[in-house]
């Protein structure tokens, strides 16, 4: 079976082009949340993720987007990219995004954006985010950081795949391939 995991799209349809047929060979595809955020691209990017993934989850950008939440303590790059995506959304769109869940467990994986809106980074916050699942657990897949991770807890594998638009602090954008067990994250050149 191939599973292909990513995350932190943020409305770049241009990073879609690098997964597309990545996604048409996998048995199972899943988005660990922000469709939203930065980009322009939101019909291209929404109707994607709700056409072609089979898991996928809320990020905060996409939570931001569809509520009124107060976003004074926001970074100014991200407050700006909120309030031109709050602009721009449909209805449907809302109602869309607004479907999605914080977290999905399905088989033997989990699977989030983060634990609130925490930056789960280090092996203590990692431990936290395997202890949070229940036991039967074998994948834990989350997004948020753009920063590629691969963690084993417990006889749990936790894995953040990076972000398929911009990788953060040294880190290529990219994505995580699961084929028979074997895991192998795919790194993309830069596209911003």
Known sequence: MKTVVFSDLHANKQSLQDIKATLKNADLSIFCGDILGYGEDLEE????IFQHVDLAVLGNHD???ITQENLDNQHPAVRDS???TRE???NEQILSIGSLKPEIYFENMYVTHSLGDDYLRSKKDLIRL????AANIKYIFFGHTHEKVFFEHNGKIIINPGSITKGRNGF???YVQINNGEIK???LE???
């Open 172 to 174: 290529k954008r990219g």
């Open 130 to 133: 395997s202890d949070h699942t």
């Open 82 to 84: 909120i309030e031109y």
């Open 88 to 90: 721009r959304l449909s």
């Open 185 to 187: 994250f795919i790194d």
């Open 190 to 192: 830069d596209v911003l």
């Open 45 to 48: 990017c929404i109707d994607f």
């Open 63 to 65: 939570r931001m987007s």
